[in-house]
C-alpha cells in the first residue's frame, strides 16, 4: 500500500507540470481568440482572424489562424470526430503510461508530462471550442494556433518552406517533450543496464521471486 501512495504521489507531482501547460495554453488561446462571459466579468476581445502582430520584427509574429488537423497544420485525417476521439485516447494512453513508468528517471517523466500537456491543451479546442464559440458541434472544434516564426528558406525535392508552421503553446510542449526523449533516450537504456548489473534480481518478476524462496 505504501509503495502504491508513493507511486501516486510521484504522478502527482509530474503531472503540476501537464497542468501548468495546459493552463498556459488555453490563457493564450483565450487571448488570441477572444472570450465573452458576462456572468462572470470577462471580455476579451482577441484578435481578428488571420491578422498578425510583430513582435521581433518579421522574425517572430502572432498570427491568428484556426488549425482543423493536426500539430502544425497538419492535416492527417478528413474527420475531426476522428480526430478528436483519437486524441482522447492518446491523452489517456500517456496518463497511464507515466504511471507504469513512474520509477524511471525524472527527465523521462517530464518529457511525459509535457506530451500529456500538449496533448490535452489541444484536445480542449477540439473538444470544447466548438460550443464555447458557437461554431461547430461537440468534439468538432478547431485548434487556435498564434506563434508565428520566421524560418530559413527550404527547397527541397518539390518541399518548400520559408516560414515555420504557425503553432501554440500546446504544440511546441509535445515537440519538447518528443525532443527530450530522443535525446536522452540512451541515458534512460544505460540507468535500466545499469540497475541489471549491479542487482539482477531488481528485474525479477514477483512469481520468480517467490519460488526461488520456497526452494531455499
Known sequence: ???????IDVIVRVLFLTAFIVIADQISKFMIKGLEVPSLGISLKGMQLGTSIP???EFLRITFIENPGMAFGIEVVDGKLFLTLFSIAASIGILLYLYVMRTEK????ISLALILGGAIGN????????????????????????????????????FALQRFWVFNIADASVSIGVLMMLLFHRSFVDQEEELA?????AIASPDSTTESNTVQ
Do not use: C
Open 1 to 7: 500500500m505504501q509503495k502504491s501512495e508513493e507511486g
Open 55 to 57: 513582435v521581433i520584427g
Open 106 to 109: 525524472i527527465l523521462f517523466r
Open 123 to 158: 484536445l480542449i479546442d477540439r473538444t470544447f471550442y466548438g460550443i464555447i464559440y458557437g461554431e461547430s458541434a461537440l468534439f468538432h472544434g478547431k485548434v487556435v494556433d498564434f506563434i508565428d516564426v520566421d524560418f530559413f528558406n527550404i527547397d527541397l525535392w518539390g
Open 197 to 201: 548489473a549491479v542487482d539482477p534480481s
